[in-house]
């Protein structure tokens, strides 16, 4: 009898003594959601095929907030970013940032033993207190906020020079349009160099392109040679660096072992024009939560954990990547709330797997809740969009063209199964539809709050302030 306990843990043992995985994110700047060969695109990108290919697709992956600072937040804490009081893209001239009280990605790996590496845009606060080595990052190197947040700018010449970081120090204060055309080549060479340096132990690498944010630059190497101009070729670099990680991952035998998440932080800036992303049937862009600025590519591998070729049509946001990963390295969730939930079986496509939360929902601006996703409805609520295209023409060769202002005086209600463009609001003819979803939207007002209807959320917390 006294053997049966043995044996057990003997069948047990190598599960039990499996290694944690590895995991590598890699986050890109203004992507469009066709922008991916995999999704529609008349450029090539090989490697992230290969990704897709071997792994999963997800067709409906969103973010929170259509815009840079909103977006990462969401992404790297599990919650909507207002919840931590972090609004739009953060300039050079903030004094605020991510609160010393919140848990990074960063943060939950290294409590788990993680060697860590962030690498590219932080842009989460850049005085030194909110810098990735502040949260939970071993080293870092990259730039602190946008790159077109500098004295060159097509429409604002106040911005200062722009910084490179090497962990809390500036390498290079000053960085150039012969400088940007370095950013992937560099990014990608930290990168590679992590892996070799914790491959004999589990790390976790958070790589956060910078391009294809305007202004768009490309190394010499890619430069003409994707047939789709400079845009095209920004983006066969950022496949070029997918592929050089994943090269890197094979050599050491670490494929196996190594979950690769790549996804972008909002859809494409239309009114750059020709330097902007492409975003299919979908409506509108960057800059709204129209499904153009809020559903995004996103592609996971993780070799005998999610099966070749799988396309997963559920609903997923980035406030999910948190407690997913939380539950795959074996971490507690933080004890502050978060707003994500584990959606393994999603990215595992198991069978009959449905996305856990009743609802998204999409703020946009200073705590402006501009629409909200339950199922295959979508209800936007009357709103001032800034950045709308309409029409209009765009801008070309890295100028921005005219946005227009669009007022939206009544609710519009969208049936994205049948109408993913968005074209058709059927708000009239669906009174039980807009009496849920409204409820909805109350409930999470009374939690985060709503400028638009003047509510006050009991939920939201402080971001960090200069100390």
Sequence with gaps: MALRPLLALLLLAPAALAAPPNVVLIFTDDLGYTDLGCYGAKWKTPHLDSLAADGV?????????????????????????????LHGALGPTAKHGIADAETTLGELFQGKGYATAAVGKWHLGHRPQFLPTRHGFDSYLGLPYSNDMWPHHPTNKTFPKLPLLDGEKSIDDDITADDQTTLTTRYTERAVSFIT?????PFFLYLAHSMPHV??????????????????????????????????????????????????????????????????????GKGTVFEGGVRVP????WPGKIPAGSVQAEPVMTIDVFPTLAKLIGAEL??????????????????GAKCPHEAYFHYY????????????????????????LEGRPPGADGKPGGYKKVAFDKPMLFDLDADLGETKNVADSHPDVMKRLNALADAMRAELGDSLTKAVGKGVREPGREK
């Excluded at 697709?57 to 600072?69: A, E, I, L, N, Y």
């Excluded at 340096?197 to 132990?201: F, I, R």
């Excluded at 996103?298 to 591998?301: E, G, I, L, Q, S």
């Design 57 to 85: 697709r997800f067709t409906d992956f969103r973010v929170s907030q259509p815009v840079c600072s909103a977006s990462r937040a969401s992404l790297l804490t599990g919650c909507y970013a207002n919840r931590l009081g």
């Design 197 to 201: 340096k914790n491959k004999a132990k």
């Design 215 to 284: 202004p768009l630059f490309v190394s010499d190497q890619h430069a003409g040679k994707s047939g789709h101009g400079l845009y095209g070729d920004v983006i066969a670099e950022i496949d070029w660096s997918v592929g050089q990680v994943l090269a890197e991952l094979k050599k050491h035998g670490l494929e196996q072992n190594t979950l690769v998440i790549f996804t972008s932080d909002n859809g494409p800036w239309l009114g750059y024009g020709n330097h902007a992303g492409t975003r299919g049937t979908l409506r509108e």
């Design 298 to 301: 996103c592609v996971a591998r």
């Design 334 to 351: 933080p004890k502050l709330p978060i707003d994500g939930k584990d959606v393994w079986p999603l990215f595992a496509a198991e069978k």
């Design 365 to 388: 601006g200073t705590n402006e809740l501009q629409a909200v996703r339950s199922g295959k409805w979508k209800l936007i609520f009357p709103h001032t969009a800034t950045q709308m």
